[in-house]
């Protein structure tokens, strides 16, 4: 079999699988992952919220990702387009999706708390700072790049500049997104519906932490590549692993904390 068949059957295959993530069912162990990431009791008044957020998400995850493989390999006309943009595109539509759940199941009425919502109530320390602890990375590195710009004159740094300003975008929109989820209105109805409500909103705050964070690292990678650094430095390797599989180990654990549910903050 030639490399082209190969390659058009990898594909094929990899188009079946994201067409059966955006119509198949959920299977229920993804349901009990999720009721033991919150400690949380499904009920048949809540099972179908949290059906609808693990499709939804499932749905998006996949399409980034496929994209992520195909777009940039179609537009440099590569065969394969590497870990780093597949990478982007599953957290890129990890964060799309957690935007879209914010508007699953509402209801028509919402409820107000007596105490308001916090960051920290669904999100440990690192998570909170992880997204702005990436920024000021940033920050750091685009200096960086300029200050060694003498010894690597070959250096493009108005590249350095673009994917600098990239990644504070993406941090920017990571906070705003993050703080949409926290605000937003909760319905109003039965005490379990209401914790299966709080456990996404937790799940969402964590996804969009970690996928804001793995982002802002590919910027990093691509500052330090445009300014040559990495091509001249003695230790490109532990840059290369720190930039290409540090931040998305750290990413997948932040997504999958354990976040017990919130208690109940008084009454509506």
């Known amino acids: 079999m030639s490399f082209l068949a190969i390659l058009g059957l990898s594909v094929a295959v990899l188009l079946l699988m994201t067409a059966n993530a955006v119509v198949g069912t959920v299977p229920r162990r993804r349901v009990e992952e999720f009721a033991r990431l919150h400690s ?14 693990r499709a939804t998400t499932r749905r998006w995850r996949a399409a980034g990702f496929t994209l992520g493989v195909l777009a940039p390999a179609a537009l440099s006309r590569s065969y394969f387009s590497g870990f780093g943009w597949a990478l982007a595109g599953w957290f890129a539509g990890a964060a799309v999706a ?17 105490a308001a919502r916090r960051a920290a109530d669904y ?16 920050i750091l ?32 929109v990571a906070l705003a997104a ?15 519906r209401l914790a299966a409500d709080d456990a996404i909103r937790s799940r969402s705050l964590h996804v969009l932490a970690a996928a804001g964070m793995v982002l ?6 691509a500052q330090l590549d445009a300014a040559e650094i990495l091509q001249h430095n003695h230790v490109t390797g532990l840059f290369d692993v720190l930039l290409a599989v540090g931040f998305p180990i750290l990413g997948r654990i ?9 208690d109940a903050a008084g009454p509506a």
């Open 141 to 172: 590195s685009g200096a960086y790049c300029v200050a060694r710009h003498g010894s690597h004159p070959e250096g493009d740094l108005r590249a350095v500049a673009l994917c600098t300003v990239a990644g504070l975008g993406v941090g920017v």
């Open 123 to 138: 999100l440990p320390l690192i998570g909170r700072w992880a997204v702005p602890g990436a920024m000021v990375l940033t």
């Open 178 to 192: 993050m703080r949409y989820v926290l605000r937003r209105p909760q319905p109003l109805a039965e005490t379990d």
């Open 98 to 114: 957690e935007l879209r759940v914010a508007h699953l199941d509402r209801g028509p009425r919402a409820s107000a708390s007596l």
């Open 254 to 262: 932040l997504a999958y904390w354990p976040s017990p549910a919130r």
């Open 216 to 221: 802002i690292g590919s910027c990093i990678g």
């Open 40 to 53: 949380l009791r499904v009920t048949p008044a809540n099972g179908n919220q949290i059906i609808a957020y």
